[in-house]
């Protein structure tokens, strides 16, 4: 578990040092078609049947990786009655991975709602969830915009005990390393999950090289807050304006 942690934090790291464009904005006031696809270059977006207008993000470092606006009115979604994980209606978003690489989904998390990660198959316009994502494993892939991860865990609301929940709210980003063909829901079950947009980075699910090469240049190396570091520094540096991963 401790790799999945550190993947998904220099992963982030590595999106503040070379931020790149989202694949996919939600729009100010945008109102998806229920229960329609949207294709980019690298993923299909499968919308639910009940999914509100984007309202504009004053999120400051959301806005700074050029989102807009979060979707976060709509249906709260339900789940299957028999399997309990895919997601049959109301406000929520299902991605297929037309490319192996990193999907980097943008959202806006309430505090104490039960969050699902599904992992399933997506068939034209019909999702099926096959394995949920346990608390420990949502807590590696869910970061604020700051990289911390939360605590998933059971906690009251003022009403009942929510399983599978934040005590804290997080505006942030889900990352999934995913494989040409995967298909993952992402959403809340009695709320909605706000939802900005996604990144896609294509090939190696870090996007960070090795660091051999430019130890051999014996070039000077930077930590990602701008400070030298020697050569047994580990983990991610810059070398020349580029980000390496030193082991």
């Known amino acids: 578990m401790k790799k999945i942690f550190t993947f998904a934090a220099a992963l982030f790291a590595a999106m503040a040092v070379n931020a790149q464009t989202p694949e996919y904005v939600v729009k100010i006031d945008q109102a998806p078609t229920a229960n329609s696809l949207e294709e980019s270059d690298n993923v299909t977006l499968l919308w639910g049947d009940n999914c509100g207008k984007g309202k504009e993000t004053k999120d400051a470092a959301i806005v700074a990786l050029g989102y807009e606006a979060f979707i976060a009115d709509g249906g709260n979604p339900t789940v299957d009655e028999t399997d309990n994980i895919t997601p049959t209606s109301g406000s929520y978003q299902v991605f297929k991975a037309k490319n192996a ?5 943008c ?15 997506l ?4 999702f099926t969830g096959k394995t949920r994502m346990s608390d420990t494993e949502m ?8 990289g911390a991860h939360p605590t998933f865990q059971t906690n009251n609301d003022g009403n ?3 399983e599978h929940s934040s005590a804290d709210k997080y505006v942030g980003f889900v990352t999934l390393p995913v494989a040409a063909g995967d298909a993952y829901a992402i959403f809340c079950k009695g709320s909605k999950l706000g939802f900005a947009g996604y990144q896609f980075v294509a090939g190696d699910p870090t996007g960070i090289a090795n660091v051999a090469a430019a130890k051999a240049e014996n070039a000077r190396m930077f930590n990602l807050a701008g ?4 050569k047994n520094f580990k983990g991610i540096v810059v070398v020349n304006g580029k980000k ?4």
């Not at 690489?101 to 989904?105: A, E």
């Not at 068939?123 to 019909?126: N, S, V």
């Not at 390496?244 to 082991?247: A, G, I, T, V």
């Open 123 to 126: 068939d034209g316009d019909l």
């Open 107 to 121: 959202i806006s998390l309430n505090a104490n709602k039960e969050m699902f990660i599904v992992k399933g198959t």
């Open 101 to 105: 690489g990193t999907l980097i989904v």
């Open 244 to 247: 390496f991963m030193n082991k």
């Open 139 to 146: 807590a590696a892939v869910v970061t604020n915009t700051e």
């Open 160 to 162: 009942k005990d929510v």
């Open 227 to 230: 400070q030298e570091v020697s």
